[in-house]
């Protein structure tokens, strides 16, 4: 797995790495708190239905976001 740059400790990089020898997950994500990251986060729960957007008109910017997007 390749690791960030940006993280530069050995306790979490070695953590990290053993919990994905462990776990086998099928891919890692490191969050880096950028603006794309919110952008294709938020674009991701728009599409589930886990967060909608509210009337434009009424509420400018603003969306409902929900836990179990099944409740409606």
Same mark, same amino acid.
């Given at each position: +797995?390749d690791? !960030?740059?940006?993280? &530069?400790n $050995? &306790?979490? %990089?070695? @953590? #990290?790495?053993? +919990? #994905?020898t462990?776990? &086998? !997950?099928?891919e #890692?994500h @490191?969050c880096d708190g950028?603006?794309?990251? =919110? $952008?294709d986060m938020f674009?991701? +729960?728009?599409k589930?239905g886990?967060?909608i957007?509210?009337?434009?008109k &009424? %509420?400018?910017n603003? =969306?409902?976001?929900r836990? $179990? !997007?099944?409740s409606s």
């Amino acid at each position: +797995m390749d690791l !960030p740059n940006y993280v &530069k400790n $050995d &306790k979490l %990089r070695n @953590w #990290v790495q053993e +919990m #994905v020898t462990l776990c &086998k !997950p099928e891919e #890692v994500h @490191w969050c880096d708190g950028s603006e794309r990251e =919110y $952008d294709d986060m938020f674009g991701l +729960m728009l599409k589930s239905g886990t967060a909608i957007r509210l009337n434009e008109k &009424k %509420r400018p910017n603003s =969306y409902l976001v929900r836990s $179990d !997007p099944r409740s409606s």
